[in-house]
């Protein structure tokens, strides 16, 4: 059910309650205004949100998921947002930076796991129930949401509805914890900073400023698009994207919540493009660092993304099949040792790992990469469905067909420019696609539980939970009431 504007949102929150009040009269009063503020007002002044009622709580999370993500009212998306983060405050479900956890696996205080960090792209609150399903019954508690720049874009998923509906989720399926979101791939569009530098990276500070703002406590900083190889050297190769980034991470850090060190990632090597090398990483770090210690900001990088042979999306050959790709693992390994033992990050993380075959994901933890980035795996479970509806499917390409063909390369056949841009489908149709039957869904959840589980054992974080509680407390952040659901309140 979507809700027409904040008052009728208000009087659909009747499966939280306050104590010591009656909850009869939600449902029996005239006017709604009349006993909703004091209550709103408890929850802010005293905390003293309680849940009696764990059905009607379930319906409640449903409602307020379906509201954050398809509702077109910003305002009632903002108030969905804010109701679900004071419910996970309740069940002890909050989000979290990864940063400690990182940072110790940089001491070398564990070892031999590597996170997935998964980028949903529609569907979300259905696919995260099943990854919460999935770690709830392996005791999982390293694992990652995240979503890139240009994804909340054409996925028309706005940060605070991601960090809603992905926080909803682990609530429906009884998690509890720390929940990490991540911004991936906080990139600077070269064409655009080519044209007016100062305006791309005011648009990027502004989406890092909502992600954080909506729980967004992990920030993947990727400036390797200005990597200019035609200078002569490896400082002046590097030398926007170290500086870019710092200034940017000082502007991150500015935006912290009290008690959170935001985790914050560098990329020295363009996804799909030559392999990264020790005297990059080197140079990219000691400036960065350097740039950092004469700004007085003490707190740099948890983690420095590579390039080790992937590509975002995979390769699909012109008949069809998907291109084998080489993961240099030495690579991955050898600068994620220098990063650790020279730098005190992390370690290394490594893009588009979505498509590579099943065998080659336990050498991730082998060779100590901290993180892996897999996107594309996850929607192909959805679009490549037996049961996806072939009608809606025809309509998406349709549409591709009609308003993407300038996106398209000249060598690419059919089914290569169909694959490479149905990702831009997801937000045009993401009310349509919603619309599937729960039947359906339950079939892409099943194979995503599967995928997630296979994901878990491979990559080696079954029962990682109690390992990253040790490291990431629970901190508890204040949160106004969004204007427009106080005054409905006053």
Not at 123 to 144: H, M, R
């Amino acid at each position: 059910m979507l809700y027409k504007n904040v008052s009728d949102l208000i009087q659909n929150i009747k499966a939280v309650k306050i104590k010591g009040i009656n909850p009869v009269l939600s449902a029996l009063a005239r006017d709604r205004k009349q006993v909703f503020s004091p209550l709103t007002r408890l929850i802010i002044e005293k905390d003293d949100l309680d849940i009696l009622d764990k059905e009607q709580l379930n319906k409640t999370i449903d409602e307020l998921a379906e509201n954050a993500a398809l509702n077109d009212d910003l305002a009632i998306k903002k108030a969905c947002h804010w109701l679900i983060l004071k419910i996970g405050q309740k069940l002890n479900v909050y989000p979290a930076s990864i940063n400690d956890f990182y940072l110790a696996r940089g001491r070398e205080e564990f070892k031999d796991l590597t996170v997935p960090a998964m980028n949903l792209r529609g569907l979300t609150y259905e696919s995260a129930q099943a990854i919460f399903k999935t770690a709830v019954k392996k005791n999982i508690g390293a694992f990652i949401f995240e979503l890139a720049r240009t994804e909340m874009v054409y996925t028309a998923q706005p940060p605070v509805e991601y960090a809603a509906v992905i926080l909803a989720a682990a609530i429906k399926q009884g998690f509890s914890g720390p929940i990490f979101i991540q911004l991936d791939h906080g990139q600077i569009n070269l064409k655009k900073y080519q044209e007016n530098p100062e305006q791309e990276l005011n648009n990027l500070k502004n989406t890092i400023k909502e992600s954080i703002e909506a729980g967004f406590y992990n920030i993947d900083i990727d400036a390797s698009t200005l990597v200019d190889l035609n200078q002569s050297s490896l400082e002046e190769q590097q030398r926007k994207n170290f500086e870019t980034t710092a200034e940017l991470t000082t502007f991150i850090r500015g935006l912290e919540p009290n008690d959170i060190t935001i985790s914050i990632g560098g990329e020295i090597g363009e996804i799909g493009k030559k392999n990264s090398n020790p005297e990059e990483l080197k140079s990219f770090l000691s400036n960065y660092n350097q740039i950092l210690k004469n700004s007085n900001i003490s707190t740099g990088l948890s983690k420095i993304s590579v390039q080790s042979g992937t590509s975002h999306g995979g390769i699909m050959l012109a008949d069809g099949k998907m291109a084998d790709l080489e993961v240099d693992f030495d690579t991955l390994e050898n600068l994620g040792q220098i990063a650790c033992q020279e730098y005190g990050l992390g370690g290394a993380v490594a893009h588009g790992a979505s498509t590579l075959k099943d065998e080659v994901f336990n050498k991730f933890t082998q060779n100590q990469v901290l993180e892996i980035h897999l996107a594309t795996a996850f929607q192909n479970i959805i679009l490549d469905s037996k049961f996806f509806p072939q009608d809606l499917k025809e309509k998406m390409y349709d549409w591709l067909k009609n308003n993407c063909q300038a996106e398209r390369k000249e060598n690419w056949t059919d089914e290569q420019f169909l694959y490479n841009l149905r990702k831009k489908t997801w937000g045009v149709f993401e009310k349509e696609i919603s619309q599937i039957s729960p039947e359906i869904k339950e079939k892409f959840c099943q194979e995503i539980g599967e995928k997630f589980n296979f994901l878990a054992e491979q990559l080696n974080i079954n029962n990682t939970r109690d390992l990253v509680v040790k490291y990431i407390k629970p901190v508890k952040i204040d949160l106004e009431m969004p204007a427009e659901l106080k005054r409905e309140m006053e």
